[in-house]
Nanobody
Framework: QVQLQESGGGSVQAGGSLTLACVAS????????MGWFRQAPGKEREGVAT???????RYADSVKGRFTISKDNGKTTLYLQMDSLKPDDTATYYC???????????????????WGPGTQVTVSS
């Protein structure tokens, strides 16, 4: 059972930056992919960015050019660098792992079988 724990959320003004981190309880690079999702009040949880074991990265159109997903060399920490933040980025951000998935990086929520508890990001105008 993989456990994920996010950190780095907070409040920032529009145009600012935040870096989220997600520590996994074990090595997560053996297969599948890891990703960041977010959920704003009254909205469905949506994929933000994902990174695969071999196939690279994928981003939601709304964050392309502003967010960067990466993993450390030990493959137990996942990061999300968020720049040029907008009020619409306000949400709870979740780290997730799709360890039974074997394909290109995906933002399909149903493929992810492990989730962190989330961290709040608030962007003020």
């Amino acid at each position: 059972q993989v456990q994920l724990q996010e950190s780095g959320g907070g409040s920032v003004q529009a145009g600012g930056s935040l870096t989220l981190a997600c520590v996994a309880s074990e090595y997560t690079n053996r297969k599948g992919c890891m990703g960041w999702f977010r959920q704003a009040p009254g909205k469905e949880r949506e994929g933000v960015a994902t990174i695969g074991r071999v196939y690279g990265t994928r981003y939601a159109d709304s964050v392309k050019g502003r967010f960067t997903i990466s993993k450390d060399n030990g493959k137990t920490t996942l990061y999300l660098q968020m720049d040029s933040l907008k009020p619409d980025d306000t949400a709870t951000y979740y780290c997730a792992a799709a360890l039974d998935y074997d394909g290109p990086p995906t933002l399909a929520r149903g493929e992810y079988n492990y989730w962190g508890p989330g961290t709040q990001v608030t962007v003020s105008s």
